[in-house]
């Protein structure tokens, strides 16, 4: 399966490089801009901080924010598995990323009516009806990272991925820290928010990245003609784990890595508990976690590039497993550990980029019509743990309290860590 010029994609290998660079060059300007758009309304609903605290603020049980990386992770497995061959078929890819980051436009706009018509009030329906359209806005969110995957590999060539995701992590950054920090001061207090005014800035950001990709300059592709039901995917999915050893090393490293995404909710929740902090004691964590998401994404990008995301993702591995023990260290100092809580969510930055370089890894490990498939199988696998456990650690933490849980899923990542000592390199082939 291993091939180590995906898609022929290499620029010194095409002899239609000359004539298509231009068009390379637009694309690669496009999709950067895209994620510059997507992040900017992406701080303002993340779900290490700003979403726990809206559910605190309606519900406040650790099992209510535990649905979070449920729905979150469902959503980005399932739904992309399910089209993952109906897309492999489609000669125009696009039509389907500027619909999906349109959905999630749309969704977000309906969190702003219902959170005007509530008044943010709580009551029995209203956790039900936000949790239900944010199920429907990661929905949308799985198939948009599929399919903007499955763009990358076909309109970015191999050594220009890392670059993509510099860029765009760069300059989202600096889009999303101008804009969080400039609104958020003014839509949030200590104890309640504007959250009409910052769902709708979200969803309307969303909107203008799905409008966006419809100039994207997209080749047509060959379909196939075969279509598979729900189980015969999921069989697909299954034999691919079965046949590919290095890529099943790898999923399970995945799995062990979706074990940390269980506790995102929990981070502000462990914190402001502790120290007894308002709303507007999490702007700063929103920037720290953007910041971190771009500092890191530059030794990354490069890293990766040259070197290969095999090492990159032992890197990486290693730095998540430690997140949970610092959180609880500075937890326990107290107000002492205040001051450095800004670091915690520097580190959290490091989650995106993690899974990142999981999606570059494999783009490199199959051929560029097998990208749906194996993506989407990586997908489920990543999300697995979070959908079958997170409710339940949240409830455990209500029990149990946080120590027990985040040492736990720190162990776990830990051994993902030690199975990346394993990973074949792609580029050695």
Request: charged content about 10%; some cysteine; glycine content about 10%.
């Amino acid at each position: 399966m291993a091939n180590p010029n995906p898609g022929g994609d290499s620029e010194t290998a095409n002899p239609l490089t000359t004539s298509i660079s231009s068009k390379s060059g637009f694309n690669f300007g496009l999709m950067a801009l895209y994620q510059v758009l997507v992040r900017t309304g992406w701080i303002f609903k993340t779900e290490s901080i700003i979403m726990p605290a809206v559910l605190d603020l309606i519900g406040g049980q650790g099992w209510l924010r535990g649905c979070l990386p449920m729905l979150n992770r469902f959503g980005q497995s399932i739904p992309p598995l399910l089209i993952s061959d109906w897309l492999r078929n489609r000669k125009i890819k696009k039509w389907v990323l500027a619909a999906a980051t349109i959905l999630m436009g749309i969704c977000f706009l309906m969190l702003s009516l219902v959170w005007w018509v509530s008044g943010g009030t709580p009551s029995w329906w209203l956790p039900i009806v936000f949790l239900f359209i944010y199920g429907i806005f990661f929905a949308s969110v799985g198939i948009n990272q599929l399919v903007f995957s499955t763009m990358i590999g076909k309109l970015i060539w191999t050594q220009r991925r890392g670059r993509l995701m510099l860029i765009s992590t760069t300059l989202g950054a600096v889009s999303a820290i101008s804009f969080a920090w400039i609104l958020l001061n003014l839509w949030l207090g200590e104890t309640s928010g504007n959250f009409v005014c910052i769902f709708a800035f979200t969803g309307c950001a969303f909107l203008c990245a799905g409008l966006l990709t419809v100039f994207l300059k997209e080749e047509e592709d060959t379909p196939t003609g075969t279509k598979r039901t729900a189980v015969e995917l999921f069989r697909l999915s299954i034999a691919t784990l079965a046949m590919d050893k290095n890529f099943r090393r790898l999923a399970i490293m995945a799995s062990l890595f979706g074990m940390s995404m269980t506790l995102f909710p929990h981070y502000q929740a462990l914190v402001r508990g502790e120290s007894k902090l308002g709303l507007t004691a999490m702007i700063p964590w929103l920037i720290a976690q953007n910041i971190g998401a771009s500092l890191f994404a530059i030794p990354t990008g490069w890293a990766g590039d040259r070197f290969g995301y095999r090492i990159v993702l032992r890197t990486l591995m290693l730095a998540i497993c430690m997140i949970p023990i610092f959180s609880l260290v500075l937890a326990r100092m107290g107000a002492t550990g205040q001051p450095l809580f800004i670091f915690l969510f520097c580190l959290i930055g490091l989650t995106p980029v993690t899974m990142r370089g999981f999606f570059n890894y494999t783009l490199e490990i199959v051929k560029e019509k097998y990208h749906p498939r194996y993506l989407s199988t990586l997908g489920l696998c990543m999300a697995a743990p979070a959908i079958l456990t997170s409710s339940l650690l949240g409830a455990m933490i209500d029990w149990f309290g946080f120590e027990p849980i985040f040492v736990s899923v720190a162990a776990l990542v830990f051994v993902g860590w030690l199975l990346t000592m394993g990973l074949e390199e792609p580029r050695h082939k």
